[in-house]
């Protein structure tokens, strides 16, 4: 763990703790509060915080750091977490979204300076990072949240089309969009990522409709000048988790829905 909380309540990051200055320190979930202890800078790794194991100083069994959480549950239970960051300051760690490269229609230009290479299993957060990391692909978003602990994704901002946006604001449900949308409440300006399981999947002639097990009416598409870029059968998608990327829009053909336009096969990505 890379923060903690002290006993006012403060979160305190492991690169900046001192037992004098902050005194004893606990799991930052809530629902946990477990001791924690300190574990110095070493050679090859950082500083961090730890249970014990014993005593009374082992996570609660519904905290985020009991076991590893799979994506649904990262993006559910860290947006309190990631509010209160937000509301005190933690340091944000800044990641830029490029998805140009999977979009059929994206020409490269090539003179876009190369980014540096991004490992997103492993999310570094320095005392004072003024440095961008960036994603380029769908399945390094679903790594990202998978492979990084609870306290690290809560501080994650994602930089996306020039705007910058908390991660747990950014990954959403159908549902969720649905209601965003029809409430004038989503910037329609940046594309989102939607999470859900796959209902069905219609091909007519000119275009695919993908919906999601949900209540309000959420749906993909694909156009036909697409479909040569989208090759998944309907026994790979049906009943399948998947992330999603894309603009939302309204439509009110037959009633409200929220729509995603899609393009190939790499705007979806499934999950475990
Ligand atoms: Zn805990």
């Known amino acids: 763990m890379n923060s903690a909380r002290n006993q006012q309540g403060r979160i305190i990051k492991a690169h900046e703790y001192q037992l004098e200055k902050h005194g004893n320190i606990f799991c930052i979930d809530k629902k946990c509060k477990s001791p924690l202890i300190y574990v ?5 790794t950082s500083p ?6 014993k005593g009374n100083s082992i996570h609660h069994k519904d905290c985020v750091f009991a076991r590893p959480l799979t994506f649904e ?4 239970k860290l947006q309190d977490l990631q ?18 490269g999977i979009d059929p229609d994206f020409v490269s230009r090539n003179i876009e300076r190369e980014q540096k290479p991004f490992d997103p299993s492993k999310l570094i957060v320095k005392s004072s990072s003024n440095s961008t990391s960036s994603i380029s692909s769908l399945k390094s978003v679903v790594k990202l949240i998978e492979l990084n602990q609870p306290d690290l994704l809560a501080t994650v901002i994602l930089s996306i089309k020039g705007k910058k946006i908390p991660l747990t604001e950014l990954i959403i449900t159908p549902d969720q ?7 004038n409440k989503m910037d329609e300006s940046i594309p989102y990522f939607v999470y859900g399981t796959i209902k069905q999947y219609i091909k007519r002639e000119k275009v695919y409709f993908i919906t999601f097990q949900t209540e309000k009416r959420f749906s993909l598409v694909v156009f036909e000048k697409y479909f040569p870029h989208f090759t998944y059968s309907v026994s790979q998608l049906i009943e399948k988790k998947f992330l999603v990327y894309g603009f939302i829009k309204k439509n009110e053909y037959k009633g409200k829905a929220a ?7 790499d705007y979806l990505a499934i999950l475990k």
Do not use: C, D, H
Request: neutral net charge; hydrophobic residues 40%; charged residues 20%.
């Open 48 to 53: 961090y915080f730890k249970t014990t194991g």
């Open 259 to 265: 729509e995603m336009a899609i393009k190939s096969n």
């Open 40 to 44: 110095a800078a070493a050679e090859n």
């Open 83 to 100: 509010k209160e960051f937000l509301q005190k300051n933690i340091t944000p760690v800044n990641i830029r979204i490029n998805l140009n």
């Open 73 to 76: 549950e990262s993006i559910t």
């Open 177 to 183: 969009a649905y209601e965003l949308l029809w409430s």
